[in-house]
């Protein structure tokens, strides 16, 4: 079956420093979507890509959909305390008309010192 | 808020007992979805609903057992389960199974601890 590798595993950074996260696959997607989960709460959507290539911005958060559909990286910019949690990369591709089935990567912790 | 409630949040429960967990979607969706998350592990799927209609059964052991009454509702009842079923259960909803762009929003989840 598809297989996400998600990479690094965790970081530990300095507030104010950008961070970068990214996420390969051993088959293509059609869409990335990049999550984050809180302790004790469930992944919350930051962004969804859609097309090969795509550049998407959400404040501080950029996410691209890599040119080969086989990968996708997540940056975020000037990192605040608030940003620590896991950050889940998950692809999607329909398959007989279907269209619901995520392939999750493990995630990354971030941690961000204040 | 995600439009997505889990209840309980919180459940500890004997190999012997019997509990349901509780999923609501105030989203107007129409697929609803179970996932089991544990730790260092990625979520796994495990059931599947469309349209009230069970679409996928992920290799769940019959110790699981979802019921979706309508779209907004999702429960998962649980009997005779084992120490290794502890693990965060996850709820999520979405437009629907065959639609593009079908973005799952998840709940909070229930920790579910077995004993």
């Known amino acids: 079956g598809q297989q996400l590798n998600q990479s690094p595993q965790s970081m530990f950074i300095q507030e104010g420093e950008d961070v970068s996260m990214n996420c390969t696959s051993s088959?293509?997607?059609?869409?990335w979507l990049w999550y984050k989960q809180d302790p004790g709460e469930g992944p919350v959507l930051l962004i969804a890509?859609?097309?090969?290539?795509e550049l998407t911005s959400n404040g501080r958060l950029t996410a691209q959909f890599g040119i080969t559909r086989k990968d996708s990286f997540l940056n975020i910019s000037a990192s605040i305390p608030s940003d620590v949690g896991i950050y889940f990369c998950?692809?999607?591709?329909?398959?007989?008309?279907?269209?619901?089935?995520?392939?999750f990567g493990k995630g990354t912790l971030l941690t961000v010192n204040p | 808020e995600t439009g997505v409630t889990q209840t309980p949040r919180h459940l500890v429960m004997g190999m012997t007992n019997k509990k349901s967990l509780k999923c609501e979607q105030h989203?107007?969706?129409?697929?609803m979805y179970w996932y089991k998350q544990s730790a260092k592990k990625p979520l796994e799927l495990m059931f599947v609903?469309?349209?009230?209609?069970?679409?996928e059964n992920n290799s769940v052991p019959s110790r699981f057992s979802p019921e979706c009454p309508n779209s907004s509702h999702l429960f998962l009842h649980l009997h005779t389960l084992q120490p290794e079923d502890s693990a965060l259960y996850l709820c999520a909803s979405s437009p629907r199974t065959h639609v593009a762009k079908n973005i799952q929003y998840f709940g909070a989840g229930t920790r579910l601890s077995v004993l």
């Open positions: 890509l859609y097309k090969a290539g």
């Open positions: 998950a692809g999607q591709l329909s398959s007989g008309g279907s269209n619901y089935k995520l392939t």
């Open positions: 989203l107007g969706h129409n697929a």
């Open positions: 609903y469309n349209f009230k209609e069970q679409t």
């Open positions: 088959s293509i997607f059609n869409t």
